[in-house]
């Protein structure tokens, strides 16, 4: 499965972006996907993530409010849209999928064997 991300960009603080992350390979059907971010310095941190069943969303603390993951199974996209977006929000932002994730890893880089490229994301105050 390839995993290809797109939307990344320079916005002002308050602003809103859509990164989307299209899937291509193999049938990629009941994959959890998630949006992981990095920023420079810092490990690679928990953003949010989406189930295959059932259209459960998990979102990390500092995104929460703010950012909606959805996917859209037909296309074999996973979007995610951030509005408020804060200066801190700035990161190179990755899309991850895995099958059989078990809830208590869903936060975990470890859970996911598909992995994109990132895309920038930079908020400027």
């Known amino acids: 499965v390839q995993l290809q991300a797109s939307g990344g960009g320079l916005v002002q603080a308050g602003g809103s972006l859509r990164l989307s992350c299209a899937a291509s390979?193999?049938?990629?059907?009941?994959?959890?996907w998630a949006w992981f971010r990095q920023a420079p310095g810092k490990e690679r941190e928990f953003v949010a993530a989406?189930?295959?069943?059932?259209?459960?969303?998990y979102y990390g603390d500092p995104v929460k409010g703010r950012f909606i993951i959805s996917r859209d199974n037909a296309k074999n996209t996973v979007y995610l849209q951030m509005n408020s977006l804060k200066p801190e929000d700035t990161a190179d932002y990755y899309c991850?999928?895995?099958?059989?994730?078990?809830?208590?890893?869903?936060?975990?880089?470890?859970?996911?064997?598909?992995w994109g490229p990132g895309t920038l994301v930079t908020v400027s105050s």
């Open positions: 991850a999928g895995g099958t059989g994730v078990i809830l208590s890893s869903i936060r975990s880089t470890d859970a996911y064997r598909y």
């Open positions: 390979g193999r049938t990629v059907s009941r994959v959890d």
């Open positions: 989406t189930r295959w069943s059932g259209g459960h969303t």
